[in-house]
Every structure is written in C-alpha cells, then in structure tokens.
C-alpha cells in the first residue's frame, strides 16, 4: 500500500466522520433552517467523497456525478428556504 | 536532468497535499456545525470552511488525472460552487430572519435593531399601498397623493 493510497483512505475516513457529525446536527437541529443548512453540509460532504473515490478507481465518469450533484444540491437548499418563506407569511 | 523525475509520483504528493488540507476544512467545519451556539454563526462556518475545503480536494483530483476535460469539469465544479454557496447562505439566513429564529444572547444587536425600527416605520408610512387601486375601483375619487 503507498502513501497516495494511504492519504486517500485517510481522507474517506474523515469524510465519513464528517457525515456522521452532520448527520447527528440533522437530527437534533433545533430549528428547519438548521437542517437545511446541514443538508447543505451533507451534499457537500458527498461530493468530496465522490472526487476521492475517482482518485481510488480512476474512472472519470464520477466526475458528471459531481457536477449533477452540486447543481441539485443548491436547488434543493433554495427550494426547501422558498418554502419556508411561503407557509410563514 | 528532467528526464530523472517521476511525473506522476509528484503529482501525486501534491494531490495528497491539497487533499489532506481539503479535509481539515471540512472537519473544522463541521465541528463548527455541531460545537457553535447559535444558527447564523453555524450558516458562516459551513459557508466558508465547507466551500474551500471542497474546492482544495477537487482541485486535488484534477490534478492527479492529468487531462484537460477532467481539469476543465473540476473548474466548472468549483466556479458553480463558489457562485452558489453565498446566495443559498443568503437566501437562508434572509428566511430565518423572517421565521425569527432566535440570535445568541451575547450577539451585539445595535445595527439590527436600529435596521428594524427603520423597516417599522417605513412599514407604517406606506402599510397600504393598494389604496389608490382599491379607490379607483370602487369609482371614487382618487386623490394626488401617491
């Protein structure tokens, strides 16, 4: 096992850390806008975890998932604040 | 001279370098999520340690594949995400403002309330502002006054 492997399980390792603690946010989130914003942390955690997962398999076709998954998760954060905006008026 | 570096063992140590800085901004972030006391301070902490540290590890990857598409879609990547990031933070923090979602109670709040009073106000110099279209279809008659 290298060093480049040994950095990139690393880096999965963390980002899974960090998954489990936004996770933990989402559920005890005291108010809607703090589960959008960890929602926000959960899309953005998922997309690190897909570029190092490109890294280990080098296959560069995850890289359009990314792409896909950065474009949704800031409509998803837009859409859930509109409706927020909405139903309080 | 050149001809003696291995490429791809330099590409690699960089892209291990800027990974590995790219995760310690996202784990400061999200113990800055679970730790801070208060939901703006935590929309801060995310919007700046989780798009940079974003950026550094994709810009890790695109330089460990060595092609120009690729380095070209980790671009788009990080120009999409560092245009989006702020607005949805704005959008967000404009929405909890209106919910009243509470402010830490050592936040100093001089700006926002003097910010507030001014909305009020203004509120209550133009709180009906279909009068005159409500005059004007009932047939009375409409004054000057805008």
Redo the contacts between chains.
């Keep these: 096992m290298?060093?480049?492997e040994v950095?990139?399980t690393?880096?999965m390792v963390?980002?899974s850390?960090?998954l489990v603690?936004?996770a933990?946010?989402f559920a005890i989130g005291p108010?809607?806008?703090?589960r959008?914003?960890?929602f926000?942390?959960i899309v953005?955690?998922v997309?690190?975890i897909i570029?190092?997962y490109?890294?280990f398999t080098n296959n560069?076709n995850f890289?359009?998932v990314?792409?896909i998954l950065?474009?949704f998760g800031?409509l998803g954060?837009?859409t859930f604040?509109?409706y927020?905006?909405r139903i309080?008026k | 001279m050149e001809s003696n570096i291995d490429w791809l063992q330099v590409r690699?140590i960089i892209?291990?370098v800027l990974?590995?800085i790219?995760?310690g901004f996202?784990?400061t972030?999200?113990?800055g999520?679970?730790k801070f006391p208060d939901?703006y301070i935590?929309?801060s902490a995310?919007t700046k340690g989780?798009?940079l540290?974003?950026g550094l590890?994709?810009l890790?990857?695109g330089i460990?594949?060595d092609?120009p598409g690729?380095l070209l879609?980790?671009l788009?990547?990080i120009a999409?995400?560092f245009l989006?990031a702020p607005?949805?933070?704005h959008?967000?923090g404009?929405?909890?403002v209106?919910?009243n979602?509470p402010f830490w109670h050592r936040t100093n709040m001089t700006e926002f309330d003097k910010y507030l009073t001014q909305e009020h106000l203004n509120q209550y110099i133009n709180h009906d502002r279909y009068k005159n279209v409500k005059a004007a279809e009932s047939g009375d008659a409409v004054d000057g006054s805008e």
């Excluded at chain 1, 108010?31 to 703090?34: A, G, H, I, M, T």
């Design positions: 290298s060093a480049f950095t990139l690393i880096a963390v980002l850390l960090c603690l936004t933990i946010r108010s809607l806008p703090d959008i914003i960890a926000d942390l953005a955690n997309i690190g570029a190092i490109t890294e560069q890289i359009d990314a792409i950065s474009l800031f954060s837009i604040s509109y927020l905006m309080n | 690699e892209s291990c990974i590995l790219g995760v996202m784990l972030s999200t113990i999520l679970l939901f935590r929309m995310i989780a798009t540290g974003l590890i994709l890790g990857m460990y594949f092609e690729t879609k980790v788009a990547i999409f995400t989006t607005v949805a933070a959008v967000i404009r929405t909890a209106q919910n979602i």
